[in-house]
């Protein structure tokens, strides 16, 4: 997944955690639509970052696509692009993607399996819907921030196709990172977090065990779903705050939703394009190194992506005011 828009430099983001959190509140958030990138972009919904709220846990962005019907068209086709500072988690409810990465990995990643890249200092990937593919694509893509001890570290790829799963009367679930309710995924973390997927049967109703040091929210990937019985539509997000010990989901038809949490992350960011740094420089140098590499030879800081056929992603002009770091949840400052 890479970010596209046309202006970047007004997402910036994130300082400390939030203060003085007093009761259990639930703000829903809604996604805005945009292209992924180039003149036959697939549309995404993008919930995070959001006008009012930039993180949960280290969770920093999410998108949402589909169900879409490709219908012989390309679907997702994006070019090789630089991250830095992050981990992206690519999770599919339908179809498959084809990742390739300058690590030299190539994976399809099909439903209900984790590719997870973890970006350190620098790394380079294209995400596209294969020649073959069925013909319906449905999916998230997160991206997860990493503390200052590991986001200059080394790039990783890792896929996990075998995830622990609890079921219970009222639907599934699948634990994509950390721990949920004793069962614990084998991905790698870099912060204390949680992330899983409830698939609701119809009439289902699951409670979610939650940790009340943790900040939680739940995204809509089907509806309806209702979180403690708030209505929420596709690509729709309840930030359930802190301080909270379960989270009931409820569903009159088949759905499926993703709790995200973690530890309120409490160190500044700024994010730009597809990099998540801590200063304007970083971004700029960061910027600088993906053009030099993309146009000439260069030092490696991201690499080639050796299995794409076709050019990079050229990186937006650079922010043209200086980046700076904005308060994580607005509506806590009120
Ligand atoms: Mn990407």
Do not use: K
Not at 148 to 175: K, M, Y
Not at 293 to 303: C, L, N, Q, Y
């Amino acid at each position: 997944m890479s970010n596209t828009e046309p202006d970047p430099a007004e997402r910036t983001v994130c300082d400390g955690p939030p203060t003085g959190t007093a009761e259990p509140r639930a703000d829903l958030l809604e996604p805005r639509d945009v292209p992924l990138g180039g003149p036959r972009a697939m549309r995404v919904r993008r919930t995070l970052p959001h006008r009012d709220l930039r993180m949960v846990g280290a969770w920093c962005f999410v998108d949402s696509y589909g169900p879409t019907d490709l219908g012989g068209g390309p679907g997702m086709q994006v070019p090789p692009h630089p991250h830095i500072g992050l981990q992206t988690v690519s999770w599919l409810l339908d179809g498959e993607i084809l990742h390739q990465d300058s690590l030299g990995n190539a994976r399809l990643v099909r439903p209900g399996q984790l590719n997870l890249m973890t970006a350190g200092g620098g790394i380079a990937h294209s995400e596209q819907t294969p020649a073959e593919h069925s013909p319906v694509l449905h999916g998230v893509q997160l991206w997860i921030a990493q503390p200052e001890r590991d986001r200059n570290g080394p790039a990783h790829f890792e896929q996990h196709a075998d995830l622990p799963v609890l079921t219970e009367d009222g639907g599934r679930i699948t634990v994509i990172n950390g721990e949920l309710g004793g069962a614990t995924s084998p991905a790698r973390t870099c912060t204390p977090l949680v992330g899983a997927e409830i698939a609701l049967r119809p009439g289902g109703r699951v409670r979610l065990p939650l940790r009340p040091d943790f900040e939680h929210a739940v995204l809509a990937l089907s509806d309806p779903v209702e979180v403690d019985g708030t209505a929420l539509t596709t690509g729709s997000l309840l930030h359930l705050g802190e301080g909270r010990r379960e989270v009931l989901l409820s569903a009159e038809s088949a759905s499926r939703a993703l709790l995200i949490g973690g530890a309120p992350f409490d160190e500044e960011l700024v994010m730009w394009w597809n990099f998540v740094a801590r200063t304007h420089e970083e971004v700029v140098e960061a910027r600088r190194d993906w053009e030099a590499e993309r146009t000439g030879p260069s030092p490696d800081r991201f690499g080639a992506v050796p299995g794409y056929d076709g050019a990079a992603l050229p990186a937006p002009e650079p922010p043209r005011a200086r980046l700076r770091a904005r308060p994580r949840a607005r509506h806590l400052e009120r």
